[in-house]
């Protein structure tokens, strides 16, 4: 078993325009992104974390350099911590871009795996290769602690149905799915199945 806490990348400048930024256009860090990566930095310090992991996309790059640089330890960047792949959603900003955004979304969360963004990818695709990537990293680093810099909607529509519990209280409104920037998910990884203990946790990030 591994220990995975998942870090949302800080603030980038794409949440601030409200702009798709999954991977034709990439975005960095504001530095309110910087300061969030920098606490989370500082909450994981002492955790005795092995490894960062990142997403390719430039805002979770720059969050894990912060991050591995406080614990001194590596960082190595694996495709499929990626964000959901929008397609052709990607570089727009207009209301009915983030209308249909939402829709689609709103498909994944109920479980349609055939649920597909256009030029993009589907939800079964989506939770395939991040589950899949999740046990790999547990494989690689059984006994040990890792951090995974990814993305909030990834996380959102794929960890709550690894983790029973987790899903029965985001499904009855008890917890939220979406999650703050710098949030951190806390997973216990193993071949028969992943916990979580704590879901989006904000504690260290202040103003």
Same mark, same amino acid.
């Given at each position: 078993? &591994?220990?995975?806490?998942?870090?949302?990348?800080?603030?980038?400048?794409?949440?601030?325009?409200?702009?798709?930024?999954?991977?034709?256009?990439?975005?960095?860090?504001?530095?309110?992104?910087?300061? %969030?990566?920098?606490? $989370?930095?500082?909450?994981?310090?002492?955790?005795?974390?092995?490894?960062?992991?990142?997403?390719?996309?430039?805002? $979770?790059?720059?969050?894990?350099?912060?991050?591995?640089?406080?614990?001194?330890?590596?960082?190595?960047?694996?495709?499929?911590?990626?964000?959901?792949?929008?397609?052709?959603?990607?570089?727009?900003?207009?209301?009915?871009?983030?209308?249909?955004?939402?829709?689609?979304?709103?498909?994944?969360? $109920?479980?349609?795996?055939?649920?597909?963004?256009?030029?993009?990818?589907?939800?079964?695709?989506?939770?395939?290769?991040?589950?899949?990537?999740?046990?790999?990293?547990?494989?690689?680093?059984?006994?040990?602690?890792?951090?995974?810099?990814?993305?909030? $909607?990834?996380?959102?529509?794929?960890?709550?149905?690894?983790?029973?519990?987790?899903?029965?209280?985001?499904?009855?409104?008890?917890?939220?799915?979406?999650? %703050?920037?710098?949030?951190?998910?806390?997973?216990?990884? &193993?071949?028969?199945?992943?916990?979580?203990?704590?879901?989006?946790?904000?504690?260290?990030?202040?103003?």
């Amino acid at each position: 078993m &591994a220990t995975i806490y998942l870090v949302r990348h800080g603030q980038s400048q794409a949440n601030v325009e409200r702009v798709f930024s999954n991977g034709r256009v990439d975005l960095p860090l504001t530095d309110l992104g910087y300061r %969030q990566a920098g606490q $989370a930095a500082a909450w994981l310090d002492g955790r005795n974390v092995r490894r960062v992991y990142a997403s390719p996309l430039l805002r $979770a790059r720059q969050t894990a350099a912060v991050i591995a640089e406080r614990l001194d330890v590596p960082v190595e960047v694996l495709v499929d911590l990626d964000e959901i792949r929008v397609g052709d959603l990607d570089g727009r900003r207009d209301g009915r871009s983030w209308t249909l955004h939402d829709t689609v979304l709103g498909r994944w969360r $109920a479980g349609d795996r055939a649920a597909r963004f256009p030029g993009g990818e589907s939800y079964g695709e989506a939770y395939d290769r991040f589950s899949k990537m999740l046990q790999q990293i547990a494989v690689r680093h059984a006994g040990e602690a890792v951090v995974a810099v990814t993305h909030g $909607a990834i996380v959102g529509t794929v960890v709550p149905r690894l983790c029973p519990t987790l899903w029965e209280d985001v499904s009855q409104g008890k917890l939220h799915w979406s999650l %703050q920037n710098a949030a951190i998910t806390t997973l216990e990884v &193993a071949a028969d199945g992943v916990s979580c203990s704590a879901w989006g946790y904000v504690g260290h990030v202040g103003k």
